[in-house]
């Protein structure tokens, strides 16, 4: 947020509470939440079950380090639960932060180590793709995609290097899916050959990306990938911080696309943003190597919250919804849904250039002109007006620049996507572009 914001003539909504998919702001007004938070209330706004698992462990120990000489209990069940999640991605060990940032900067970490226990210590370097986001702190900024996170913070961290995304609306190749994901994936393997493979740790993407557009890559794109880590022996890292737990239509985005990474990160979700807490997950090639009496098997790394037992205590109880719920399965229905009724309105309204997703985890994508795909800038007014008339009709939805993103709890309904749908129909036509 610019440090202007809550100065202007008409400051943003002063959220004070929530419930299910509705939250309320202080002066009275409800609005159906499109964000979910920031793509993290996965469960839902208020749920009892989380709040009481919450209070329950604050009665009985509030906090006490994870650091070598100690441990708490719902750190230990967490992990055991998600361990037991994972077992078609193959994980064995689990670390814990405080959000994404710390999740991912976690597995350059581990990566890095990694090489150095096996003998490799030259494997230092790490790709990424245009458009990813992974985070803010310097080494996961380092791994972002797009200048506009990093040009007030340059230089960034030696030793990251980005390569082009498969973004089927946006790329100077091709129209066809499959020969983009061949072509992006070629791309990749030859900046790995470039940079030569006895210096690269590992490549890092999100299984879709969020904050860089939704962009959703072809079904052949992450199994080429994981190929191409294998032929070279480098490891495979998934943010799935935005994607893990169900947003994306499947409990891991990875398993929409039936890929084993060796790394995954998770966050948002997790807690369903109740209370801050990220969890970084290695399979039993990297955690074996830890098992050695290198001394480089020591992990010199971690939080003051690492595990913390009120946050750990609130992802049980989260997951738990997300399993009993079969919220997944709810993410990929409801979202076919709301993607199908938003390429009818796309039909009526010539400012929507592109409508896409998976799971609940939706752009639509604003243009100037259909037939060129020019973009809406930053200085453009449009989109900010667009998403000005939601917020004003009751739907809290988030702009990117020309995207507006739709990110709902994913307990979402039909009848939700109805009435955003019949809202966002009446914005477009108050503002004919």
């Given at each position: 947020?610019?440090?202007?914001?809550?100065?202007?003539?008409?400051?943003?909504?002063?959220?004070?509470?929530?419930?299910?998919?509705?939250?309320?702001?202080?002066?009275?007004?409800?609005?159906?939440?499109?964000?979910?938070?920031?793509?993290?209330?996965?469960?839902?706004?208020?749920?009892?079950?989380?709040?009481?698992?919450?209070?329950?462990?604050?009665?009985?120990?509030?906090?006490?380090?994870?650091?070598?000489?100690?441990?708490?209990?719902?750190?230990?069940?967490?992990?055991?639960?998600?361990?037991?999640?994972?077992?078609?991605?193959?994980?064995?060990?689990?670390?814990?932060?405080?959000?994404?940032?710390?999740?991912?900067?976690?597995?350059?970490?581990?990566?890095?180590?990694?090489?150095?226990?096996?003998?490799?210590?030259?494997?230092?370097?790490?790709?990424?793709?245009?458009?990813?986001?992974?985070?803010?702190?310097f080494g996961t900024m380092?791994?972002?995609?797009?200048?506009?996170?990093?040009?007030?913070?340059?230089?960034?961290?030696?030793?990251?290097?980005?390569?082009?995304?498969?973004?089927?609306?946006?790329?100077?190749?091709?129209?066809?899916?499959?020969?983009?994901?061949?072509?992006?994936?070629?791309?990749?393997?030859?900046?790995?050959?470039?940079?030569?493979?006895?210096?690269?740790?590992?490549?890092?993407?999100?299984?879709?990306?969020?904050?860089?557009?939704?962009?959703?890559?072809?079904?052949?794109?992450?199994?080429?990938?994981?190929?191409?880590?294998?032929?070279?022996?480098?490891?495979?890292?998934?943010?799935?911080?935005?994607?893990?737990?169900?947003?994306?239509?499947?409990?891991?985005?990875?398993?929409?696309?039936?890929?084993?990474?060796?790394?995954?990160?998770?966050?948002?979700?997790?807690?369903?943003?109740?209370?801050?807490?990220?969890?970084?997950?290695?399979?039993?090639?990297?955690?074996?190597?830890?098992?050695?009496?290198?001394?480089?098997?020591?992990?010199?790394?971690?939080?003051?919250?690492?595990?913390?037992?009120?946050?750990?205590?609130?992802?049980?109880?989260?997951?738990?919804l997300v399993l009993k719920?079969?919220?997944?399965?709810?993410?990929?229905?409801?979202?076919?849904?709301?993607?199908?009724?938003?390429?009818?309105?796309?039909?009526?309204?010539?400012?929507?250039?592109?409508?896409?997703?998976?799971?609940?985890?939706?752009?639509?994508?604003?243009?100037?002109?259909?037939?060129?795909?020019?973009?809406?800038?930053?200085?453009?007014?449009?989109?900010?007006?667009?998403?000005?008339?939601c917020v004003a009709s009751?739907?809290?939805?988030?702009?990117?620049?020309?995207?507006?993103?739709?990110?709902?709890?994913?307990?979402?309904?039909?009848?939700?996507?109805?009435?955003?749908?019949?809202?966002?129909?009446?914005?477009?036509?108050?503002?004919?572009?």
């Amino acid at each position: 947020m610019q440090p202007t914001a809550l100065a202007r003539e008409a400051p943003p909504p002063v959220i004070i509470s929530g419930d299910g998919v509705t939250i309320r702001d202080a002066q009275g007004r409800e609005f159906i939440d499109c964000q979910g938070g920031l793509w993290c209330v996965n469960a839902g706004h208020n749920r009892t079950e989380i709040k009481d698992a919450i209070v329950a462990q604050l009665n009985r120990l509030q906090y006490y380090t994870n650091f070598p000489g100690s441990v708490n209990e719902p750190s230990l069940e967490l992990s055991r639960k998600l361990i037991e999640i994972t077992q078609p991605e193959g994980m064995r060990k689990v670390m814990y932060g405080s959000g994404g940032s710390d999740a991912n900067e976690s597995a350059f970490k581990i990566a890095r180590q990694y090489w150095k226990l096996v003998g490799k210590p030259g494997k230092i370097k790490f790709i990424s793709l245009k458009n990813g986001y992974h985070g803010l702190h310097f080494g996961t900024m380092s791994a972002c995609g797009a200048n506009a996170w990093k040009a007030s913070y340059e230089p960034m961290v030696p030793g990251f290097f980005q390569v082009e995304s498969p973004h089927v609306y946006r790329n100077p190749f091709t129209e066809d899916p499959e020969a983009l994901s061949a072509l992006c994936a070629t791309l990749l393997e030859r900046e790995l050959e470039y940079q030569t493979p006895d210096t690269i740790a590992a490549v890092i993407a999100e299984p879709i990306q969020g904050a860089g557009g939704v962009i959703v890559p072809p079904a052949s794109y992450w199994p080429r990938l994981r190929e191409i880590c294998d032929r070279h022996d480098v490891l495979l890292i998934a943010d799935e911080v935005i994607t893990g737990l169900g947003r994306s239509g499947s409990l891991f985005g990875v398993r929409g696309w039936a890929v084993k990474p060796d790394i995954m990160c998770l966050a948002k979700g997790l807690t369903s943003g109740y209370i801050p807490l990220s969890a970084t997950l290695m399979n039993d090639r990297i955690a074996s190597a830890f098992d050695s009496m290198s001394p480089h098997s020591v992990f010199m790394h971690g939080y003051t919250y690492s595990g913390h037992p009120v946050a750990c205590a609130a992802g049980l109880a989260s997951i738990d919804l997300v399993l009993k719920e079969k919220l997944s399965e709810n993410s990929a229905d409801v979202g076919e849904y709301f993607l199908s009724r938003l390429k009818s309105l796309q039909t009526r309204h010539r400012a929507i250039g592109d409508v896409r997703g998976k799971g609940l985890m939706i752009a639509i994508e604003l243009v100037k002109n259909r037939e060129t795909k020019e973009p809406f800038t930053p200085f453009d007014a449009y989109p900010g007006q667009i998403s000005e008339g939601c917020v004003a009709s009751g739907v809290m939805i988030r702009t990117i620049v020309n995207k507006l993103i739709i990110s709902p709890p994913l307990t979402f309904t039909r009848d939700h996507v109805d009435q955003v749908v019949n809202v966002l129909d009446q914005v477009f036509s108050a503002h004919p572009f």
